[in-house]
């Protein structure tokens, strides 16, 4: 069974910081491409961050340049999102995201995690 579990999602403030961890399993690990993917409230899905799979490339969202970070352990199957400098406008649902995708960027497999929720407020 494939299982993406987020963890790590609170309540901060402004300016604070957190560590999001996806812990994965039932899958090819080293296989797939890895993301982070936010929903805040009354908003549609906003990709963060991904990180990929062989050379571990990274790329952000302009929100998230500068201030994120996105690791993965391989060894642990574990993809982290470390979030500095939190603004109000980082409050969301963080998803954790694994894709697989052919050598022409055609994905073919897709999971998702359940969420885990970001609040920045005073």
């Known amino acids: 069974e494939v299982q993406l579990v987020e963890s790590g999602g609170a309540l901060v403030q402004p300016g604070g910081s957190l560590r999001l961890s996806c812990a994965a399993s039932g899958f090819t690990f080293s296989n797939y491409a890895m993301s982070w993917v936010r929903q805040a409230p009354g908003k549609g899905l906003e990709w963060v961050s991904t990180?990929?799979?062989?050379?571990?490339?990274?790329r952000y969202a302009d929100s998230a340049k500068g201030r994120f970070t996105i690791s993965r352990d391989s060894a642990k199957n574990m993809v982290y999102l470390q979030m500095l400098s939190l603004k109000p406008d980082d409050t969301a649902v963080y998803y954790c995201h694994a894709e697989y995708h052919n050598d022409y960027g055609a994905p073919l497999a897709v999971y998702w995690g359940q969420g885990t929720q970001v609040t920045v407020s005073t």
């Open positions: 990180i990929n799979n062989g050379d571990g490339s990274t």
